[in-house]
Nanobody
Framework: QVQLVESGGGLVQAGDSLRLSCAAS????????ISWFRQAPGKEREFVAA????????IYSNAVKGRFTISRDNAKATAWLQMNSLRPEDTAFYYC?????????????????WGQGTQVTVSS
């Protein structure tokens, strides 16, 4: 098993940047694919970005492509989501998730482990 803890959320203005962190513990971090999801009140949890084992594959949703970057450092057992050019519609609770599937899926039901999330609020 792996335990995940998110941090780095906050309140920012449109156009600003934030960097979310996902610290992992437990089973060897490098053997898990890592993804970020987000969920706004009253909406479904949506896929944001994913990174496979050893940073071999990245996937981004169309909503964030070109603005967000997912990365990881296996030695530090940490993944990040760099969010640039933030928009009010990016406001949501952000979660990191891990799965043993080599090629990261984009559906929440495919993930075994979840962090508790961190709030990101973007004002206009």
């Amino acid at each position: 098993q792996v335990q995940l803890v998110e941090s780095g959320g906050g309140l920012v203005q449109a156009g600003d940047s934030l960097r979310l962190s996902c610290a992992a513990s437990g089973r060897t971090f490098s053997t898990y694919s890592i993804s970020w999801f987000r969920q706004a009140p009253g909406k479904e949890r949506e896929f944001v970005a994913a990174l496979s084992w050893f940073a071999g594959t990245t996937i981004y949703s169309n909503a964030v492509k070109g603005r967000f970057t997912i990365s990881r450092d296996n030695a530090k057992a940490t993944a990040w989501l760099q969010m640039n050019s933030l928009r009010p519609e990016d406001t949501a609770f952000y979660y990191c998730a891990a799965t043993v599937v080599v090629q990261p899926p984009t559906t929440p039901s495919s993930y075994y482990y979840w962090g508790q999330g961190t709030q990101v609020t973007v004002s206009s």
